[in-house]
């Protein structure tokens, strides 16, 4: 199997898209992937939108049209106004995996309760698998490094191979 060959980050932040800071997060994800997969051939893409519904549904349609094999989301999952993820990535996928998150938030709450309080989901639409991560730098790290070690088993699953 030669996947992930295609991956999507999206970063949401409003203050990023109007140049007011960099964008950390989304680097960081591609980094981290990067990393992951030394050598492998992939193309990794990363936009910037403000906190918008609408731009995010057509950003994940467009990644999904584009033959994304994953898509990321960064920022967005706080309980702020604007902060919309959550109900786009899971109004978006046909499937959810609660698990890796519910995990995620356990294992890093125990040591900040904060990250208890991360609204993060994960979810598949028809053969891409789709993850919103927060924004900040720390989680984005922490949550790679639970998502990377079911990623490839996931993408055997979804391409029929891990029966």
Do not use: C
Not at 112 to 136: D, M
Not at 145 to 154: R, S, Y
């Amino acid at each position: 199997m030669d996947k992930p060959e295609k991956i999507s980050i999206i970063t949401l932040s409003d203050r990023a898209f109007k140049g007011i800071y960099a964008d950390l997060s989304g680097p960081k994800i591609k980094e981290l992937l990067e990393t992951h997969y030394p050598g492998r051939n992939i193309e990794i893409n990363i936009e910037i939108i403000p906190d918008d519904k609408e731009l995010l549904q057509k950003a994940l349609e467009e990644a999904l049209e584009s033959g994304a094999d994953a898509i990321f989301t960064t920022g967005g999952t706080g309980i702020g106004p604007r902060d919309i993820t959550p109900e786009v990535v899971t109004e978006f996928a046909d499937k959810l995996l609660p698990g890796i998150m519910d995990h995620i938030r356990i294992k890093y709450g125990s040591i900040n309760p904060n990250a208890l309080l991360s609204r993060s989901v994960a979810g598949v639409k028809e053969h891409t698998l789709i993850y919103s991560l927060p924004g900040s730098v720390r989680a984005v790290d922490e949550y790679m490094n639970e998502i990377l070690v079911t990623i490839d088993h996931l993408f055997k699953m979804l391409y029929g191979e891990g029966h």
